[in-house]
């Protein structure tokens, strides 16, 4: 019976002496190289803290702590397993408020307005993606006598930096301007966290394998996902004109990457690879929101949502970064290369700005504007993305991104529509699938 395990022992004692003896050397690099091994080593990370703050939640539940409970660890406890009742009037009365004062305001004043929130978008999330490029596709400390330099591959890293400043951002604006009683248990924001971790992840790994465009119309596309997952996680209906524009959002999408040219990435590997990253991160981006969607019940404000799930992201992030020994290598990266600090600090201002532009944009003007703002900061995401870093677009990859941002016109203007007519007196019941 002992033969087996100690074969098995055996074996990995041998398993590091044989990959050192090898002629390739640099074998272990390629494997620390490899996405799906990376993912593995960030998921199982994940695991040594959700297992046991799985079985700890358990325990308190099943205890009924909230009845036997006391001392000091109390309330604690109880905002993170139970949370507290919610007063479900506040969130509405002050939304309600915020935007009949939006719209008692002058024409000029609403102008100013509507232009500061566009330029803050557009200059938050346009700086985003052109830094965002060039951390992960360019090298740093290329010189004559150098060389070529070396490049940043830790995605985590980034995730990390980012989810730490939206942290401090969204809890510096909960305590210095009035939120609604918070009600939510605080696990969980840990769903949401988790897929948002995960989504960011494949984001930044897809640039490895991909154009900085394919990502943006990928991005476009993840509302056939996000229909998908609404089905099955929020139980929502949609109408045709919804499933049309997502037909044509895909059409558009598969002009453009059946079009693209294959100069750049020849490797059939590593275009399925980018493939792959880039239909994990619409899945996880499309949990993350319908999820979010239901943590929305318990009547919080945006910048609670944005607290409570980027402090998961940075438990989740950092515990990762430790265990694999992937915190301080990227410490010592910052300090050989200046440039590259300036380029992620800059990267986690920009997305923790554009998270409270966000905010503030719909609740003054509501999400229908958000989305022409948003929609016209892909379209310029991508020209500018051509134009800096030199990518090759086909006249019929050119047409696939016009029928894609056509579509995301179609919609906004048939959701606006819809919207309309919901205000006048129902006529004929919209049919829907």
């Not at 090898?22 to 091994?37: I, M, N, R, T, Y």
Request: proline fraction near 3%; charge should be positive.
């Amino acid at each position: 019976k002992l033969r087996e395990p100690l074969c098995w022992c055996a074996a990995l004692c041998v398993l590091p002496s044989v990959l050192a003896d090898a002629d390739d050397a640099s074998l272990l690099g390629g494997w620390q190289d490899v996405w799906l091994f990376r993912l593995f080593l960030n998921v199982l990370s994940y695991a040594t803290i959700i297992i046991p703050g799985y079985f700890l939640i358990s325990y308190f539940k099943r205890i009924n702590y909230l009845e036997t409970g006391r001392g000091l660890c109390f309330p604690v406890i109880k905002t993170c397993v139970f949370g507290n009742e919610s007063k479900t009037g506040l969130l509405d009365d002050a939304s309600s408020a915020a935007r009949n004062k939006s719209e008692s305001s002058s024409s000029a004043r609403q102008a100013v307005k509507l232009f500061f929130c566009a330029a803050g978008l557009q200059v938050s999330y346009l700086t985003w993606g052109v830094l965002q490029e060039r951390v992960m596709t360019r090298s740093y400390g290329a010189t004559e006598v150098k060389g070529s330099g070396e490049r940043f591959r830790d995605s985590q890293f980034l995730v990390f930096m980012n989810r730490i400043l939206a942290l401090t951002v969204s809890g510096l604006w909960c305590v210095l301007f009035k939120q609604p009683r918070h009600g939510a248990p605080m696990y969980k924001y840990s769903f949401a966290s988790l897929s948002n971790i995960l989504s960011s992840w494949c984001q930044y790994e897809a640039l490895k394998y991909i154009s900085f465009p394919t990502q943006v119309l990928a991005k476009a596309s993840k509302v056939i996902p996000v229909m998908l997952m609404g089905k099955i996680v929020s139980r929502k209906s949609y109408e045709y004109w919804e499933y049309l524009t997502a037909v044509l959002i895909s059409l558009g999408v598969s002009m453009f990457l059946l079009s693209s040219s294959s100069s750049k990435h020849p490797s059939t590997v590593t275009t399925f690879s980018g493939v792959v990253i880039l239909g994990g991160y619409i899945v996880f981006d499309s949990f993350t929101s319908n999820w979010q969607d239901n943590l929305f019940k318990y009547k919080m404000s945006s910048v609670q949502m944005m607290f409570g799930v980027n402090l998961f992201s940075c438990l989740f992030t950092v515990g990762s970064l430790l265990e694999q020994g992937a915190f301080f290598d990227s410490l010592a990266f910052m300090m050989r290369h200046s440039e590259f600090v300036m380029h992620a600090v800059l990267l986690s201002v920009c997305s923790a700005c554009g998270q409270l532009f966000i905010f503030y944009t719909i609740s003054q003007f509501g999400a229908a504007v958000f989305t022409i703002i948003m929609t016209l900061r892909q379209a310029i995401a991508i020209l500018l993305s051509c134009f800096l870093y030199s990518h090759a677009v086909s006249l019929v990859g050119g047409l696939g991104v016009g029928v894609v941002f056509l579509a995301l016109f179609l919609r906004i203007y048939a959701r606006s529509r819809v919207k309309k007519s919901s205000k006048r007196p129902p006529q004929t019941p919209v049919q829907k699938v």
